[in-house]
């Protein structure tokens, strides 16, 4: 057997195993192969590029890598959803402060919400899960190692560049230095050597531990200036480190901007201008009213529905100009005679269903699902007793039953007292929609006998 290390006169260490060169790949399979089925467990390959088969041939097992992940993903959302629950839902007033929590009462919302809770869920295992990669790979693999005893072998250099190798553990129980070096002979290796632990060379420098013990001072420095400074007041402005990052070229809302002339940042919409497919010319849709003298023209015009500007109605005739005439109504706030009583869109039955959606969605909270005024907002707001809430209008009252299908849908667009407009949030088709639906649980109050079909009348009678 040839010499481990180039002759010194070094100690040897511990042997750790034998090392023999094969001609090629395929040599490599069958040499790994043949040592597996003799019964050889730790045995390990080496060679400059995958080779095909290689890990069938040695009987590696399979890492166990994927379960540590798994195992840390599923405690990172028992952990998340624990934190969650504990820190939203659950309040301990007896608990030390830092302990006590605190149950967040919003809108009747559950205090345990599995859809609220799933992007802090999603965060939590995603981190765990990485972190169980990253670490679980470099223990498994019995990193970090600034060196591998294979490396003093001159041989062993050709393993990145032409070379194939096979190492036999001394740790396997089969190993027995004589029988294993014949073995490995006998499959065909060349160059077999043994591999020592090295004996020499463990001890770290002193030099590193003095640079060590400066880097970790000097780290220390800036979080124990951020903690002493952090109470305190001064009459310089603070330390930016990254200023492109805080004062960004950006134009911000209302704010002034040099580049232009008159020094605004918001830019006005080039006058007489409309939005492509924001000209709103059917006043009956988007409006819900009877437009006077045709929506567009005529002798009265009514406001230009512009996307740069609002262009004040100018009377023709003797009227023109007389400083105390009177001015038009607004266009969105039309004599009561003028609002519209038959829906400008077809009313069909998916159109019924889509008005019951969107008032499930945007309406219900606060009028409830019946329409009565008392959703969960209401419900929530009469609980505080405050005094500064308004009862939504139910829409089962005799005046809100009497107005037009248009005032109903211009009280959605553009509100009424407290209730918010939600022309900007539903679309018009929607908001008809709703008004239809509004329509149907106004009747279903106030149905009568004739209003049932017969076979529904017959079944009703019977239940008496």
Request: overall charge negative; proline content about 8%; charged content about 20%.
């Amino acid at each position: 057997m040839s010499k481990t290390h180039p002759s010194h006169d070094a100690p040897q260490g511990k042997r750790l195993g034998l090392l023999a060169q094969f001609a090629g790949p395929e040599e490599l399979v069958a040499a790994a192969e043949k040592a597996t089925d003799a019964g050889y467990q730790r045995v390990e390959a080496f060679s400059p590029f995958p080779v095909l088969g290689i890990d069938e041939a040695l009987k590696n097992p399979r890492t166990i890598l994927p379960y540590v992940v798994l195992m840390l993903g599923l405690s990172g959302m028992c952990i998340a959803l624990l934190m969650q629950c504990y820190m939203n839902g659950m309040e301990f007033p007896g608990a030390p402060w830092g302990l006590s929590g605190y149950d967040f009462l919003i809108s009747g919302k559950p205090s345990f919400s599995i859809p609220a809770f799933i992007p802090v869920t999603f965060e939590v295992i995603i981190l765990l899960s990485a972190f169980g990669a990253f670490f679980g790979m470099i223990l498994l693999n019995g990193l970090p190692k600034l060196s591998n005893p294979l490396f003093r072998s001159e041989r062993f250099a050709a393993a990145t560049d032409d070379g194939f190798f096979l190492f036999v553990e001394a740790s396997d129980p089969k190993f027995a230095e004589a029988e294993t070096e014949a073995f490995l002979s006998s499959l065909g290796g060349s160059g077999i050597e043994g591999i020592d632990e090295p004996v020499t060379g463990h001890a770290v420098p002193g030099f590193l531990y003095l640079v060590g013990a400066a880097v970790a001072t000097l780290a220390l420095l800036p979080p124990m200036y951020l903690w002493a400074t952090s109470g305190t007041t001064s009459t310089v402005p603070r330390i930016s480190f990254f200023k492109d990052m805080e004062n960004q070229p950006k134009v911000k809302p209302q704010t002034t901007f040099a580049l232009f002339k008159d020094g605004r940042g918001m830019r006005v919409a080039v006058p007489g201008t409309v939005a492509r497919g924001g000209l709103k010319d059917d006043a009956k849709l988007y409006f819900g009213y009877e437009p006077e003298d045709g929506f567009v023209g005529g002798p009265r015009r009514i406001e230009a529905m512009l996307a740069s500007y609002s262009v004040q109605p100018v009377a023709d005739g003797p009227d023109a100009d007389g400083a105390d005439s009177a001015t038009p109504p607004a266009a969105d706030q039309p004599k009561e005679e003028n609002w519209v009583t038959e829906f400008p869109v077809k009313v069909t039955k998916e159109l019924m269903e889509r008005g019951q959606q969107r008032f499930n969605i945007h309406c219900a909270v606060c009028h409830g699902l019946d329409g009565g005024g008392m959703g969960l907002v209401t419900k929530r707001a009469l609980e505080l007793e405050q005094g500064t809430w308004t009862q939504p209008t139910s829409v089962h009252a005799e005046s809100v039953v009497e107005q037009p299908v248009g005032k109903l849908f211009n009280t959605i667009s553009n509100g009424v007292r407290k209730m918010p407009g939600y022309k900007e949030h539903i679309a018009v088709e929607d908001r008809w929609a709703i008004v239809l639906y509004l329509r149907a649980i106004q009747r279903s109050q106030l149905a009568t006998a004739d209003d049932l079909p017969k076979d529904k009348l017959i079944e009703l009678s019977n239940l008496n």
